[in-house]
Structure formats: C-alpha cells, structure tokens
C-alpha cells in the first residue's frame, strides 16, 4: 500500500512519510517535559530561598545540573515540533521555507545559550 492510499494514510505514511515519528516525538518531548517540569518546580520549592547566590549553590551539583540540561533540551525540541507543525499547516510557499528555516535557527541558538548558561554554572564559571 502506497502513501497515497487511505491505508498509507492512516499509517502515518502520507507525503513526508514521517507523521507518526513526529506524533510520537511530540508525546515523548511533553511528557519528559512534565516530568522534569515537576522536578524544577519541586527542586526551586526546596530551596531555603530563590536569590542568586542559593540557586548557582544548587544548579552547580550535577543531580540539578544534568536534569536542567535536559529539560532545556526538552522544552526546546518539543517547541520546535509544535511551531512545526503550525507552520506546516499554515504557511505555504518560499515563506514556508524561510520561516521553517528561521524556526531551526531560534530553537537551537535558544537551547544553546541556555545550555551554556547552566553548563558555565554547573562548571563553576559563574
């Protein structure tokens, strides 16, 4: 059965041949982010407090550094497969292209500089 078939269809098999794989990431990406969201708030809620100085303290022992890095990656993925999606249906095109494009590059500078502000925590720079 072909893509273009109502069985190909409902596989998940349509033109791009990857709409259940991007289903699926999209489920996997939210319910780690419900979990590492959780922990955040858990983790911040028992702190003896939230200045600056107690949450560097924290986010500098790798049991808070590590699952911070993946919740930024994480929320970064998952945003990246929503706005996608959005952008897929809505936008048709050269513009669609463009902004896919400009999608990509602000979801990975944003996970980067992200990533690099806990990493120069977490190693002791800040």
Known sequence: MGAGTELGRVRG?????NGVHHWWLQR???????????W????LA????LDHSAVVVWLRQPVA?????????????H???????????YVHGAARVLALLALNFYAL?????AVFAVLKIALGAA
């Open 13 to 17: 098999l349509g033109a791009a041949r």
């Open 28 to 38: 996997v990406t939210a319910a780690g982010n419900i979990i590492l969201m959780l």
């Open 40 to 43: 955040f708030i858990f983790s």
């Open 46 to 49: 028992r702190l003896p407090s």
């Open 65 to 77: 550094a590590v699952p911070m890095l993946l919740l930024i990656v994480s929320v970064f993925w």
């Open 79 to 89: 945003f990246r497969l929503g706005v996608q999606v959005m952008l897929e249906d």
């Open 109 to 113: 500078a944003g996970a980067a500089a």
